[in-house]
Every structure is written in structure tokens, then in C-alpha cells.
């Protein structure tokens, strides 16, 4: 019985393409380089915020990554600004998530994007106090797809791995849950398209939040 979903964030719970594209095109204009658009943007993105800036300095013609750390930085303060542009929910979230907590199942977030990122994205758009526990990138742990995180939690909650369900959008989500041994669901509202779900081994892969509830009552 599913006693816990944890959620990727980006792509997953909230629409961030265009708070993502706008915080990396100020950042590359700075360095006199050209935008990043939202369909680069889906693909750069997924692995922290350290793998997307490099990947946009690399589209950019700086293989050797010189302003690596300078362009991080400066990301890192647009971002801290300008990090909730037009970021919403996607369609059927907030609904899902209130059913889940009519049946009792506890609610995570787990991110590569930074902490504060996460709580800060999380307690503005959908609210504070929804989630039982919010996990961004900390130092010392490394980033999804490696499972130290999602075994963390898995452990904070006091629960066994056949009690989790892990939803994302990316290749980086479904590897977390394999290397973790936890159900994954891929989902097709995201960044990513179906044939890298599959590709990564997704048990599940669905069109709607709502699908959730189903896969959920069907374990």
C-alpha cells in the first residue's frame, strides 16, 4: 500500500520553464551571449543549477567553461529574484494533492534545485504547511540521480520502499527511483517526452495528475 508520494519539482508539480529561461538568458546577456530559449531550457535543466549553467555556456560557445563560476554566481542572484516568473501549478495539482491528503498519504518534494529555491517556490505558489517535507540540494548530499535523498526520506518517514510512489518528468527522476527501488511514475505534462521515460525504465507513465489516485488504489 502507497503510504507517501514524493514529487520532482520542475516540470512535475510546477511549471518553471519560464522563470528558468528568463533567470538563464539575463545571466548569458551579461556575459554578451544569446538567450536560452524554453525548448534548450527543457533540456538543460534537471540536474541542478551548477548543469545548467554550464550546459548554456557550452550552447554558447565557452566548451572550456571559463566563466563557469563567475556565470554561476551571477545566476544564482537573478534567480533569487526573479525565480517565481509566471510559475504556476500545472493543471490538476492542487487538486491531486488534496486528495492525497483526504486518504492520508504524506507528501514530499524532492529537488536538484537549491533549498531555498524549493521552499521558496513551494510556500509562494502553492502554499506553506502542504507538503509534509521539502528536500532541495544540501551540501554534502549529491543530487538525484543518485538515491541518497530519496533513501533520507524514505527514512525520515519511517517507511518501507514498497510505501513510495515517485513521480517526475525526466530520465534523472526515474534512475533516482530504480537506484532506490522505489515505483516510479513518468509523467508526460513535463520537460520530457515519453520515449525517455520508457527509455529510463518508468513503471508507470501518465497524462494527468488525477491518474495518480488510480495507480495509487491499483498497488
Not at 556575459?31 to 534537471?46: A, N, P, Q, R
Not at 548543469?51 to 551571477?74: C, M, P, Q, W
Not at 517565481?84 to 491531486?96: A, F, N, R, S
Not at 488534496?98 to 529555491?117: R, Y
Request: aromatic fraction near 10%; charged fraction near 30%.
Amino acid at each position: 500500500m502507497i503510504k507517501a508520494v514524493v514529487f520532482d519539482l520542475d516540470g512535475t508539480l510546477l511549471n518553471t520553464l519560464d522563470a528558468l529561461s528568463y533567470c538563464m538568458s539575463l545571466t548569458m546577456k551579461y556575459f554578451g551571449f544569446k538567450d536560452i530559449d524554453k525548448e534548450h531550457t527543457k533540456y538543460f535543466v534537471g540536474e541542478g543549477a551548477k548543469k545548467f549553467v554550464d550546459r548554456s555556456l557550452i550552447y554558447n560557445g565557452d566548451t572550456h567553461l571559463e566563466f563557469s563560476k563567475e556565470a554561476y554566481k551571477v545566476y544564482n542572484d537573478f534567480f533569487s529574484k526573479y525565480c517565481l516568473v509566471d510559475v504556476k501549478p500545472y493543471e490538476g495539482i492542487t487538486k491531486l494533492l488534496d486528495e492525497l491528503k483526504k486518504l492520508n498519504i504524506k507528501t514530499v518534494v524532492l529537488s536538484n534545485k537549491s533549498q531555498e529555491g524549493v521552499e521558496k517556490n513551494i510556500n509562494n505558489i502553492i502554499g506553506e504547511n502542504v507538503f509534509d517535507l521539502l528536500y532541495g540540494e544540501r551540501e554534502g548530499i549529491p543530487k538525484k540521480p543518485d538515491p541518497t535523498s530519496l533513501n533520507m526520506i524514505i527514512k525520515e518517514l519511517g517507511l518501507s520502499k514498497d510505501e513510495i510512489l515517485y513521480v517526475g518528468d525526466t530520465a534523472t527522476d526515474m534512475l533516482t527511483a530504480l537506484a532506490a527501488q522505489v515505483k516510479s511514475v513518468g509523467v508526460l505534462w513535463g520537460f520530457r517526452d515519453e520515449k525517455e521515460l520508457r527509455e529510463n525504465k518508468a513503471d508507470f507513465i501518465i497524462n494527468t495528475p488525477g491518474e495518480i489516485i488510480d495507480i495509487i488504489k491499483g498497488i
